[in-house]
């Protein structure tokens, strides 16, 4: 048993850390929470309603940016979030993709695929996935990863201000500064 007995409710607007060491538990609760994988016992709601991958409610709920991300290998960068946007019901789809690659620091780089971006500028792409839709929750496997220090303090500031403006946030990370700087709430896995 990876997690044993986790009981915890986010509200609108909090941001929830999970710490704890590899192997503790933190991805396969983010799973768990997402509904990617199913509890052995109990249940997971969110605003009152069961969670689960497959179901549309759930989908446009929670965004989640887990270790394996995937992007459609034939579209840009760029398509390939306002295609995201498009679906999600955005407003002004295209200028939405350019603002968040913007954001990410990849406005040079709507126009390449993913397969021949680096890791980090993928893991980049990964992070504007999931904003560049509205959501509700947002489920975060260390997000931090391969961002330098610059992008570590935006990536905080960025949670921050959707925590501000509502949204709630679960995320794992080792990065001490980062949870300091947007946790509302830790919870440390043995």
Known sequence: MVVDTVDLEVAPGEV?????SNGSGKT?????????LDPD?????????????????T??????????VGTFPDLAAREHLELLARAFGVEQPAERAD????????????????LTMSSGQRHRLALASVLVRPAGL???DEPEQRLDAAGRQWLGERLR??????????????????????????????
């Not at 396969?28 to 990617?36: D, E, H, K, S, Y």
């Not at 997971?44 to 969670?51: I, L």
């Not at 989908?59 to 394996?68: G, I, K, Q």
């Open 138 to 140: 947002l489920l975060l």
């Open 161 to 190: 201000s959707l925590a501000d403006a509502g949204t709630s946030v679960v995320l794992a990370s080792h990065d001490r500064e980062l949870t300091d700087h947007v946790a509302d709430l830790v919870l440390e896995l043995a």
């Open 28 to 36: 396969t609760l983010l799973r768990v929470l997402a509904g990617v």
């Open 41 to 57: 016992a109990g249940s997971v709601t969110w605003r009152d309603r069961a969670v689960d991958e497959s179901d549309p409610w």
């Open 99 to 114: 603002a968040v690659l913007d954001e990410v620091g990849l406005g040079s780089r709507g126009g390449q695929l993913p």
């Open 59 to 68: 989908r446009r709920e929670v965004a989640v940016l887990l270790d394996d």
């Open 16 to 20: 929830l850390v999970l710490a704890g």
